[in-house]
């Protein structure tokens, strides 16, 4: 590769540090020298970034299940190593303010939210979709053609999901006669 | 150059290659440093002026930053519409707005730059300059130079500010009594104090990935790698390449800022992070000639030393057994890095 | 490119330090235009019109590749002559049906090859899967002329249909200095044939139009001619901008797709049973001939032991769609009472999708809405955050819809595969855990479906044989926190293929069969689990700087069969020797009797270029040695699209729907005759010349923000980056409106206003378009109501229109005006009306099909 001025100097000399006794004028203090513990002890996952769609490899590093940091991924010949603002940001988006961790249910005419346990709200939409594909559900066209389907209910999503969720999503909701099935591609 | 304070067989120096021909003005850099560094965002405030860059400058959440320098000129187009209206019967800043509206249009405007129409329209344009003038949308990802004659060092009083053993210049935080006499002292403006507790607060070149062998998070980011880190020497011998390279191609404009200079002339001794720009080096910001205002009086940097050197002497002890743990824990880290990378 | 996918500039950059040209072609100077070599500024809208300068220079100065176009396209191809052009008709092709605004393509079929089976079932927007791949169009025998001189040859009809695209016209419709266009064709020129190629890269700014399909087919046409396709360095690159956006094309939550792009069943006569589907879908010549083997299997997967030929695998119990079901026609239906529910899976319809006061209005009327995110979206808060909704015109208690709010897990909180803008799949490994109750959408739906189906289990009714039999037996495992998360890697074993007796994985599709013995979730996916061993998976990039080493193989897998350039077949001549050793990549090794390469071939592996198919073959055998676009009928690139498109078999300029400049090529006509226009109260558009609108409009992303701001504006890191909406303008425009930088402007349409921060700036920069100065505005599309900081949603602007053959919006090319100040009305959308208490659901579904508008202009 001409231009070797994109390889990155990864390795540096990491032996034989002898700190300076302290006695001069520029002491070395209790944090400086515990530099460098921060990555010691971590695991790495490798994952991919829920951006764009250029698809850069993050090495994702976690301490004892805690997010600590997230990287580019040197290993993968898409970004080696680099990512742009918004994938060096993710690790905020994990952690950000205001992230939701529980159920939020708004009845209707309601004008707050209210908690909801995971699995009651699971039973309620469950059965809003059951009366919603039997509400609309359609066995044949205005010109008397079978259509077995539901217009019921709508779907909206899927660019930001992973392949495996767009599959079940797909199988399940076409499944029930589903067919307003939609994403981001055409939006 | 100031004294070494952590000394490391084999250590060499290392600093940054900013070469901002090839900077996308992305900003990954700031995002990845505040990333692994923790710093907070510091404030969202919208600065105008028809840019882009809403982070302003170095500060001491920000430790890198990059400035966007438009050089761009009125269209052909645009300076005749600008004649015909004033041919219309327009005013120098006409249509006249009203100061009702003015007020209205609310914070951030700035009368003075309305937009001028007598000079918009006299302007003179090449218009063959005009068009390749569009490239010269600059942007320049600044950071602390880690100068050979270090201002901040030789003016604080406390030793928070060491030189390392890569001869990069660190703030030590758990040091640093917040005087906030390096401030002054930095040619460059790069050191800030902080909001939280006022003491100074700037760049670290990593520090700690150093220590662990890994490359300092912004230039890691960098998607065009317009950050380089590597030892200061293949670095500066790089960038020479760089700017030939940049000559023969006919961008005789390149030039290094604080590397390659002879000793008499070089930026504060030389800069540790140095850059490669294309307009004179205050479009960036940046003095045409930069040097610790301590430097020549050696007297008050001597006593400031002095006086550091009290609080230093307590920590003495306990750098016997840091010695120990450090060395255990450097090959343990240096392993696991040498995996990841295989 | 730089501005949207930076990573991705990387590599545009080390092709610059290595001698690449780069132009930049954009209304707007931006970060990509500040590397560029070249920066071609633009009126937005009118691609094609310069697309069509370069097709023209290239054909008048025959500087096109002559061997590959004669061998690998359409060229030579004599059309029928019941086929008449835009230029013999003022600017329609034959067949237009001013009834319908739609077009009867039969005429634009090849000589000979008339015969249809797909003729006469025009559809609007939902075009049948066999016009795409010209299935049934080609029984009959082609006629060819080698020499290319046949009147009605196609490289003839196309030298006659671009004769008028000077560059002097150029420069009057776009903008574009006639200087700077010679330039760019003869830059492309020089970096194209055996020893070069050239790239070309587009994303929503040549999609988003009314004629985004034809202009990505323009530049088909260009890196045709060129020769730049099939070929390493050359191709066209869409930049797509989600994680897996184009995965979720390939498994689609796409109304009128199954997974692996087969078509969904139509209520139609010809399509009601399995044989009828398959005839009017299989082809007889080319790939498509294995078409049933892949909707067998694909229901042999969804309903295992309960699929069998007697009952045609299930087939009959599948939904049928009947015309336009994509968001925008729903949404027209929830606000006309016609919807109960809706799920929304990351995505933000509220401020995200286009005429959004129209798409809250549909968000009041559902009885109920399932949201899944990472943080409170405007989607869920419209009943509360909505600017309708804080001026005090709609209360919340008149709101009827419930909400159900579900937290997300986020891209390290659970495992699966995204496929990247390249068809690459990349697994991701899972990092910890989701905290509380958030839940992968995989969870979500596994425990959704295991409900629904035990409600069904025992119905005998056959409506609900489908959800009754289907096969649903993911395995659940607890994942740290938790306890019953299904197997993603067994979703994708699925989704690969597995033989039904013993379910071993297959390798590839080739082993798909119509006979119920394989089950396969997705057809082109099938490889993606070979061996056993999640391909996907694979993270060795070998040594990049070896010769064809870039090309990386055993990182990640592509489909289909990890091909990483398709049709690469194309990259050798019709001999099968590279086209250079410079440009070597795919050739055909004589001794071994095979091709071979750096990539996986995109060919049948033993077909020898010189293969020639006897007069009656079928299938692939129909396909000859030199023919590489095996996916096409006729095993050439189309040139002259007979079929594929709705819109007409050339690309051809018309006006953006809202325009401020007559059409200068023909002037009887503004836009694109056949684009979707939805005519309706709240969806009103900007007349083409109407004085009161006299600025073009389009809109952008920035670097530091994602989509609407859902997953940016919510971290403090990126915020503070771009902390605030702002609209780009000139410093003519700016003086002309007393508009100051740093202060408020407004932009209205005739759907509403927004006020933003007006950013002045000579990266704008009016165009001089035939005798007028047009000055342009760009509009980053980022900003809602909810979010660390707010701002007011360009969306709110826009109106709901379609490109004929996607259904995707125009959000590129509008009109608007703008003033200084603040907005006068609290609301942003004007078209969203107050609804009146709930609207009872009615099951009569009013909008289904889209009332056709003419776009003619008067």
């Known amino acids: 590769m001409p231009g070797s001025r994109f390889q990155k100097l990864r390795s540096l000399p990491v032996t034989n540090r002898v700190v300076d006794w302290g006695m001069g004028p520029h002491a070395v203090s209790k944090q400086t020298r515990q530099a460098g513990a921060r990555i010691a002890g971590l695991e790495v996952t490798e994952s991919v970034c829920p951006y764009c769609a250029v698809g850069c490899s993050q090495a994702v590093y976690t301490r004892g299940g805690e997010l600590v940091d997230i990287e580019g991924n040197p290993r993968s010949p898409v970004n080696q190593g680099t990512l ?48 919603a594909r039997e509400n609309g559900w359609q066995s044949v066209d205005e010109h008397g053609q079978p259509v077995d389907r539901t217009l019921g209910f709508a779907h909206l999503g899927g660019a930001t999901l992973d392949n495996e969720e767009n599959y079940l999503i797909r199988k399940s909701f076409t499944a029930m006669g589903a067919v307003q099935i939609e994403n981001q591609a055409r939006i | 150059m100031s004294e070494i304070s952590i000394q490391r067989e084999d250590a060499q120096r290392m600093g940054f290659f900013t070469d901002t021909t090839v900077c996308i003005g992305c900003k990954a850099c700031e995002v ?74 609310g914070a951030g405007v700035r009368s003075e730059e309305i937009p001028d129409l007598v000079s918009m329209a006299s302007q003179e344009v090449d218009v063959a300059r005009a068009v390749a003038d569009m490239d010269r949308w600059v942007f320049m990802s600044d950071v602390c130079k880690h100068c050979t004659n270090a201002g901040c060092m030789d003016a604080c009083p406390t030793g928070a500010l060491i030189r390392t053993e890569f001869e990069t210049v660190i703030l030590q935080p758990d040091v640093c009594n917040g005087c906030g006499y390096c401030i002054p002292s930095c040619p460059f403006g790069v050191v800030d104090r902080s909001h939280d507790d006022g003491r100074a607060s700037k760049c670290t070149l990593c520090y700690d990935r150093l220590e662990d062998g890994m490359e300092p998070a912004c230039a890691k980011a960098c998607p065009t790698d317009s950050i380089q880190f590597g030892t200061y020497e293949e670095l500066v011998n790089l960038a020479e390449r760089r700017v030939a390279k940049l000559h023969e191609k006919g961008l005789d404009r390149a030039y290094l800022y604080g590397a390659g200079d002879a000793p008499e002339n070089a930026i504060a001794g030389g800069l540790g992070a140095f850059f490669l720009l294309t307009e004179p080096p205050e479009r960036y910001g940046l003095p045409a000639d930069a040097d610790s205002p301590i430097q020549q009086n050696v007297v008050p940097a001597t006593l400031a030393a002095m006086a550091a050197a009290f609080g230093a002497a307590a920590s003495v002890a306990a750098l016997f057994r840091f010695r120990a743990r450090f060395l255990t824990g450097m090959a343990v880290a240096a392993a696991g890095v040498e995996a990841w990378r295989s | 490119m730089a501005e949207a996918h930076p990573v991705g500039f990387r590599w545009v950059m080390r092709a610059k330090e290595r001698g690449a040209k780069i132009i930049n072609v954009d209304p707007r100077f931006g970060r990509t235009g500040s590397k560029a070599d070249t920066f071609v500024p633009i009126r937005s809208g009118t691609d094609i019109a310069f697309l069509g300068g370069l097709i023209r220079y290239i054909l008048e100065t025959e500087s096109y590749f002559k061997e590959y176009v004669r061998h690998y396209t ?106 700077q266009l010679l330039d760019v064709a003869r830059t492309l020129i020089a970096n194209s044939g ?110 295992g032991e309960a699929a069998t030929a007697d009952n045609e695998y299930g087939f009959r119990h599948m939904p049928k769609i009947t015309g336009n079901h994509a968001h925008f026609p729903t949404m027209m239906r929830a606000v006309d009472g016609g919807l109960d529910g809706m799920f929304v899976m990351g995505q933000n319809p509220a401020v995200g999708s286009q005429n959004a006061g129209l798409m809250r209005h549909a968000l009041r009327n559902m009885k109920w809405l399932v949201i899944r995110d990472l943080n409170e979206i405007e989607s869920a808060t419209f009943w509360r955050d909505a600017p309708e909704i804080q001026s005090g015109e709609i209360a919340p208690e008149d709101i009827q819809t419930e909400v159900f709010l579900m937290p997300a897990a986020t891209h390290v909180e659970k495992q699966g595969s995204f496929t990247q803008t390249q068809r690459m799949v990349q697994w991701r490994d899972k990092a910890l855990d989701p905290p509380d109750d958030a839940r992968s959408e995989l969870w979500f739906m596994h425990h959704l479906t295991k409900r629904v189906i035990a409600h069904y289990a025992n119905s005998t009714d056959p409506k609900d044989w489908p959800i009754a039999n289907l096969q649903w037996g993911y395995s659940e495992h607890h994942e740290g926190s938790v306890p019953d998360e299904p197997s993603a890697e067994e979703v994708l074993k699925e989704i690969n293929g597995y033989t039904v007796a013993d ?145 007409g078999p ?90 100051v930088d740093g202060g408020w402007l407004v932009v209205e349409t005739s759907r509403g206003e927004i006020e933003a921060r007006a950013m002045v700036t000579e990266r704008m920069r009016p165009l001089r378009i035939a005798d007028q100065v047009i000055h342009q505005i760009a509009v980053p599309w980022h900003w809602g109501y909810s979010g660390l900081n707010t701002g007011d949603s360009i969306n709110d602007l826009l109106h709901l229109s379609g490109d004929p053959n996607t259904t995707i919006e125009t959000t590129k090319s509008l009109t608007c005006q703008v003033r200084a100040g603040r907005r006068r009305s609290p609301e942003t959308s004007t078209v969203g009306e107050a609804p009146h208490g709930h609207v009872d659901v009615n099951h009569e579904h009013p909008s289904e099909a889209p009332k056709l508008r003419q776009t003619h202009t008067p």
């Open chain 1, 84 to 131: 742009c603002p918004k994938g060096s940001a993710s690790r905020q988006l994990v952690q950000q303010p205001g992230r939701l961790t529980k159920v939020k249910y708004r009845r209707p005419g309601g004008k707050d939210w209210e908690e909801l346990d995971l699995e009651t709200a699971m039973d309620m939409i469950a059965d809003r979709v059951i009366s």
């Open chain 2, 32 to 105: 990845a440093c505040k990333q692994w560094n923790d710093l907070p965002a510091d404030g969202a405030v919208f600065r105008g002026k028809g840019s882009y860059d809403h982070t302003g400058q170095l500060g001491a959440d920000t430790w890198r930053h990059v400035r966007f320098i438009e050089l761009l000129e009125p269209s052909e187009i645009a300076r005749e519409e600008a004649a015909r209206a004033l041919a219309n019967g327009a005013g120098g800043q006409l249509p006249q707005i009203p100061a009702s509206e003015l007020a209205e249009a």
């Open chain 3, 74 to 179: 359409n060229a030579t191809t004599i059309v029928s002559e019941k086929f008449a052009d835009t230029e013999d008709l003022g600017g329609l092709f034959s067949g237009f049906d001013p009834e319908t605004g739609t077009y009867d393509r039969s005429t634009w079929m090849y000589e000979g090859g008339e015969v249809a089976s797909a003729a006469g079932t025009r559809e609007h927007a939902t075009q049948a899967f066999t016009e795409k791949t010209g299935v049934g169009l080609l029984e009959g025998p082609l006629h060819r002329d080698e020499t290319m001189q046949h009147p009605r040859c196609v490289l003839q009809l196309l030298r006659k249909h671009y004769s008028r695209y000077t560059p002097e016209m150029v420069a009057q419709i776009c903008g574009i200095p006639e200087q």
């Open chain 3, 194 to 303: 055996r020893e070069r190629t050239t790239a070309l890269v587009y994303a929503v700014g040549w999609t988003q139009q009314s004629l985004g399909v034809q202009i990505i087919r323009a530049g088909s046409i260009l890196q045709l001619l060129l020769g730049n396709i099939g070929r390493p360095g050359g191709g066209i690159m869409a930049m797509r901008g989600h994680a897996t956006i184009q995965g979720s094309s390939d498994i689609p939550t796409l109304y009128d797709l199954l997974p692996g792009y087969l078509p969904m069943p139509r209520a139609r006569a010809t399509q009601l049973t399995l044989d009828h589907y398959v005839a009017a879908n299989r082809a007889e010549k080319g790939w498509w001939s294995n078409f049933d083997k892949y909707i067998v299997s694909m229901l042999k997967a969804w309903f």
């Open chain 3, 503 to 647: 379910a071993e994985p297959l390798s590839s599709f080739t082993q798909l069969t119509t006979d119920g013995s394989t089950a396969c979730g997705c057809w082109i996916y099938s490889g993606v689990y070979a061996d056993g061993v999640n391909q996907a998976r694979r993270r060795n990039a070998g040594d990049i700087n070896a010769e064809g080493g870039w090309v990386s193989p055993e990182w990640g897998w592509a489909w289909p069969a990890n091909r990483r350039i398709l049709y690469n077949r194309a990259s050798a001549d019709p001999q099968g020797r590279p086209w250079s050793e410079r440009k070597k990549y795919v050739w055909w090794d004589a001794e071994q009797g095979k091709w071979t390469g750096y990539d996986v071939p995109d060919f049948p592996p033993n077909k020898a270029p010189d293969y020639r198919p006897p007069a009656d073959a079928k299938g692939m055998d129909a396909i000859a040695g030199d023919e590489p676009f095996m996916m096409m009928g006729d095993g050439r690139a189309w040139l002259y699209s007979p079929s594929g498109l709705l819109d």
């Open chain 3, 650 to 739: 050339f690309p051809t300029h018309y006006e953006p729907v809202e325009s401020p400049v007559p059409n200068l090529l023909y002037p009887a006509l503004s836009s694109n005759p056949v684009a979707i226009a939805w005519d309706r109260p709240d969806n009103p558009v900007n007349i083409a010349r109407d004085p009161r609108w006299p600025v073009v409009m389009t809109t952008f992303r920035l670097t530091e923000h994602h989509t609407v701001g859902g997953m940016s504006r919510t971290l403090p890191w990126l915020n503070e980056l771009q902390p605030e909406m702002f609209v780009e303008l000139d410093p003519t425009l700016a003086a002309d409106r007393g508009i």
